[in-house]
């Protein structure tokens, strides 16, 4: 099933218009918001004391974790780890539903940042077809704005319409706020500050070594030099052990489990026994727990909570990612990486609390599907689709029913966006020929439904109409069964995948505690565009667009 919506989504400009939707974003008494809204609403807290530091605010997102997977993996997590910390002390939201169909890894950094779904923050895919240049590249792919290290390779924002929150705190404090962003992917650490950051910093496997780009500053941060050299990377090209594989066999099975692969199936995992360390790495948990510490060495290194003026962190683990994808929410690998990884941030959040006055957000950019072999095993229909297949079966039938064209019909498959070539939408008759490819889609085990986004009228489906881009949308959308993930996985027909409305990709956790915030625990959904809003909020910011949404209550 589709998620119920937790909020629908004005400012789709033109798409929404067309289908006469006078939707309002914001929570009525009537929605699903408003049992929760209405109870719990509070103004926002202060967030500065005169003669007292202002606060730092650490944003963690574990990219891949969604509500059902923390809630199933909670018993093997430690007490004084980051998410019992914060459930037991400040306020646990623990559906926080995008209201997009595309919950993929940038649109969902843009939107816990920004508050905007990927319509109004631009970031719609985190890759997208530009028919400009004929090629699909990476959304953050920013021509002129170079990677330190990497010369063939640009990372920006400049996809990116929406305001972030660091740029409104930037903005607030006269540009004096210090702001640093880590991830092990460059949109992992881009999309979150947009050009709001003193620092933002993703690791190359290539390089071996975090590096920037010339977005984030003129050269490499002369700490972060530092911090490589006295803990090098290459350290931990260590095998990795399970931490408790008696337990993890009572509470989640065999360690071997059909469907798992990308670095072998079972532990141990050792990325010294593969042709490069680097690639491995990611998945690895020691790189996680690296993250952490050089989230320590740039709280030191610039300063961060030791004035008057608000500073925000951001920290985005895409090891959870990486190893969800590759062996499943399920596996034993997934759990000892987020155990890990939660361990070693609760610890050093707990000792960063007694120097600062710290407030934290913790959340996931979306969940994930269970591999499609423990789908079937349960009795579900199952499966992967493959962008390369869906584009030669789409070739085929549009040759057959309407004739063959110089060129191909179709220029790129990404997840649900498929686009066509500039041949066929300059062809006549190309809304019969949308029709055909529409039928032909159809009929392929595992999809559930195609909209046609090309002419009028469009779908009257605000969680669609939210997950198109502003422009450059595709010709088709297409909606995937349930339990049926687009391929993922090296081999091939291994791993999951995510990027659909079900509640598996949609509903993740959204945690709170510190300066500002009560103890409160919410079960029903709430819309996770919040997020934006209510960490400006304890930063003392706010957002400057006007369709985004009311904070969330902190206290009850």
Known sequence: ????????????????????????????????????????????????????????????????????????????????GAFKTAARRGAYFKRAAYPYLNTLTAPGHAAIFTGAPPHRSGIAGNEEWREDRGVVVPTVDSPGIEV????????????????????????????????VSLSLKDRGALLPVGKGANACLWFDSTLGAFTSSTQCGKALPPWLSEHQRKHPIKALIQPWLPLDAERYAELLGPDDAPGEGGWGRTFPHDPSKVPSPSSTLRMHPALSEYLVGLGETATVAERMG??????????????????GHNFGPHSWEYADHLIRADRKLGAWLSELAERSRLSVMITSDHGVAPLPERSTAEGKSAGRLFASELQAHLEQALDAQVAALDGGWVAAVI?????????????????????????????????????????APLPDDAQLLASLPPTGAPELFLHPKPYWVFGYG???????????????????????????????????????LRAAPTLASLLGTQLSDPATLPALPLRP
């Open 415 to 455: 997840g649900s966006f498929i686009h066509f070539s500039r041949a066929a939408k300059e062809r006549e008759g190309f809304a019969d020929v949308l029709k055909v490819a529409k039928r032909a889609l159809e009929g392929v085990d595992g999809v559930a439904s195609v909209d046609v986004l090309h002419g």
């Open 490 to 528: 090296v081999p091939p027909g291994s791993g999951t995948n995510h990027g659909s409305g079900q509640s598996y990709d949609q509903q993740v956790p959204l945690l709170f505690y510190g300066e500002g915030v009560g103890h409160l625990v919410e079960d029903d959904p709430v819309d996770q």
């Open 306 to 323: 030791r004035d008057d003026v608000a500073d925000l962190l951001v920290i985005s683990f895409s090891g959870t990612d990486y190893v």
């Open 1 to 80: 099933m589709r998620l119920p919506q937790v909020g629908v989504i004005t400012g789709v400009a033109a798409a929404l218009a067309s289908t006469g939707c006078t939707c309002d974003s914001r929570r009525t008494d009537d929605s699903p918001l408003g049992q929760t809204g209405a109870a719990l609403l509070a103004d926002p807290p202060a967030t500065s004391q005169p003669g007292k530091p202002g606060p730092l605010a650490v944003a963690v997102v574990f990219d891949q974790l969604g509500s059902d997977t923390l809630q199933r993996l909670w018993p093997l997590l430690d007490e004084a």
């Open 148 to 179: 330190f290290g990497r010369s063939e390779v640009t990372a920006g924002t400049s996809r990116l319409r929406a305001q972030t929150v660091a740029e409104s705190l930037v903005q607030t404090t006269g540009g004096k706020a210090k702001v």
